[in-house]
Every structure is written in C-alpha cells, then in structure tokens.
C-alpha cells in the first residue's frame, strides 16, 4: 500500500484501491527511510517530501539542469586552479615554504606511505573531478532539450555512486583544522588554491540544493525513448 504524498502547494491523494499493488515503475522509494510512494506529478517549484522522515523525494526547480551545468563547470576550473596554484606558504626560522596540493600527493608518494598519495589524489582531487566531469557529461545535453549522452545512464549512476568518496569539503575541513595547530610555529599564508578549494565546496553545496536526482532520472528514461 502506498502513502500519501504532501507537496508544499496542495496535499494530493495517490490512493490505490484495496488489493491493488501499482507496477514497481511507478514507485519511488524515500532514500532515507525506504518508505515507498507512488508520486503524483509534483510542479516545479514545489516539493514532495516523505511522510515519515520528512526527506524531499523530489523538487523539480526550472532551469535545474542549466544551472548544474554550469556549476560543474566553475568546479572543474576551480579544481585546476587549486591543484597548480600554491596552496599555502609557511615562514619560519627565515625559511619559506610553499606547497600545492600537487606538492602535498607527491610528498607520500616516495616510501612506505604510496598508498596514502593514492587515497588523497583520488579523494580530494580525482574522484570529485571525475563527478563533475560525469554530471556536464550527463546533463550537458538534456540542459539544450537534446538527446541524452549515449552511456548518459550508467555515468550518471556512477557519479551517484562516488558522491559519498568526494572528500573535498573534509580536507578543507582538516587542512583548517591543522592551521590552527601550526599557527602558533610559524607564519602562515593562504595561497589561491587554499581560496578556490574554498570556493570550490560552497559551489558543490549549491550544486546538490539544484539537483533533483528523481527528475533527472525520469527525464533520462524519457529522452532515451526519443
Ligand atoms: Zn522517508
């Protein structure tokens, strides 16, 4: 039996007479709680949110997808930006010492620690540079009104596999965390890596507040019949 479904304009009814299961297409399950709901068709601008745990299945916006195009575009180059700029410089003793990211995955990559410059290229710089490059792929061509990409299907299912490994804002995170500790030793300049890897994780943020992961699948299953 499925829910009901409150969009924020009017409370709709998504009754199924008694005994009736829908077809398994027609129903979408709450990411968070499992619960599933068959979803009336929900107005841009509006939202559906899951009776139970309150999490929004859907929030069709107008011009969405045009936005997160764009957005993972700045991303990328934000991204080049801050692998090649210097990130920080350090001053102590007379001596100063600039680093990039580059600098700091090549540090761990002599040795025992390989491994880690592995898992901090492909957290921090790799994987999220691969997603954004995966959602342009995707939504690039359904933002113009065309044809979805060929694989459009399985890069977008990979990017939503990756989201969770894009580690970018927890490095942001724990690089803040060690300027704190290391403030006190030496002088301490923030490079224009440091500033666009900001940059960087506040525009992730408002790419994932635009992104309706039921819309866009839904359109892909359309325009793939095209
Ligand atoms: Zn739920």
């Known amino acids: 039996m499925s829910d009901q479904v409150h969009t924020s304009e009017t409370s709709r009814s998504a009754a199924t007479p008694p005994g009736h299961f829908p077809p398994v297409e027609d129903l979408v399950a709450c990411p968070t709680c499992d619960a599933l709901y068959q979803l009336p068709d929900v107005p841009k601008g509006a939202r559906a949110r899951c009776l139970r745990c309150h999490t929004v299945l859907t929030a069709p916006r107008d011009g969405a997808?045009?936005?997160?195009?764009?957005?993972?575009?700045?991303?990328?180059?934000?991204?080049?930006a801050a692998i090649f700029f210097p990130f920080l410089e350090l001053t102590a003793a007379g001596i100063t010492q600039r680093s990039s990211i580059m600098d700091v995955v090549l540090v761990f990559a002599d040795g025992p620690f390989v491994g880690l410059a592995i898992a901090v290229g492909a957290l921090i710089v790799i994987l999220p540079l691969a997603r954004f490059l995966a959602l342009i792929y995707v939504l690039a061509p359904m933002a113009f009104g065309w044809r979805p990409a060929r694989v459009a299907v399985p890069v977008f299912r990979l990017a939503e596999r990756m989201k969770p490994w894009s580690m970018a804002e927890i490095f942001i995170v724990g690089v803040a965390v060690a300027l704190i500790k290391v403030a006190g030793l030496a002088h301490l300049s923030l490079g224009p890596a440091f500033w666009a890897f900001v940059a960087l994780v506040l525009i992730t943020a408002v790419k994932d507040t635009f992104m309706c992961r039921l819309t866009i699948w839904k359109t892909l299953e359309q325009r793939s019949q095209w």
């Open 65 to 80: 997808m045009t936005r997160i195009v764009m957005l993972a575009g700045t991303s990328v180059i934000l991204m080049l």
